[in-house]
């Protein structure tokens, strides 16, 4: 997981991650201006939230998580970009994920929701204030959804 964010193919999706996100919801995600696209990968990658995302696969897989996510998702690199997104969510809440997963593919974006997911080691947090998004690469075409939050609570 050395200096991840250096990879020409990681400072690329994040390029896709940040653009989606400020395309959609008019702000950035984190500060941008003036700083160069390796130098984004890194602060997105260090960010003090949580960032995810999974391709448009069928059974999405994640292809990204920054360090945050690594520590929460208890995984490292090359664990999580060969995990199904739907396995870090309890079974009883898949059907719900796939709503609003729905959601986010109509309206580009959704807000506010929560849900709890589960670590690599079955540790389980309720996460809150979600943001997830739709992403398009620079020729407007879908390739997957993001998520980030900065809540979360570890259950019992």
Same mark, same amino acid.
């Given at each position: 997981?050395? +200096?991840?964010? /250096? ?8 390029? =896709? *991650?940040?653009?989606?996100?400020? %395309?959609?919801?008019?702000? &950035? ?8 696209? =390796? @130098? ?19 059974? &999405? *897989? $994640?292809?990204? #998580? +920054?360090? %945050? ?8 690199? /090359? ?8 396995? @870090? @969510?309890?079974? =009883? !809440?898949?059907? /719900?994920? /796939? ?11 959704? @807000?506010? $929701?929560? #849900?709890?997911?589960? !670590? ?9 204030? =979600? ?6 690469? +620079? +020729? ?17």
């Amino acid at each position: 997981m050395n +200096n991840i964010w /250096e990879k020409e193919e990681i400072i690329i999706w994040t390029q =896709i *991650i940040l653009n989606s996100y400020e %395309k959609l919801l008019r702000k &950035p995600l984190i500060t941008r201006k003036n700083v160069d696209k =390796i @130098t984004q990968a890194k602060n997105l990658f260090n960010a003090d939230f949580v960032v995810l995302s999974h391709n448009n696969n069928l059974n &999405p *897989i $994640y292809n990204y #998580g +920054n360090k %945050k996510a690594l520590e929460l998702w208890e995984m490292d690199w /090359e664990t999580l970009i060969k995990t199904p997104s739907k396995n @870090t @969510t309890e079974a =009883i !809440s898949q059907e /719900e994920r /796939e709503a609003l997963l729905k959601e986010a593919n109509r309206k580009g974006y959704i @807000t506010n $929701y929560g #849900g709890v997911r589960v !670590s690599s080691t079955g540790k389980r947090y309720n996460i809150t204030d =979600i943001i997830l998004w739709n992403l398009t690469d +620079n +020729n407007n075409q879908f390739c997957g959804q993001a998520a980030t939050f900065s809540q979360w609570e570890k259950l019992q």
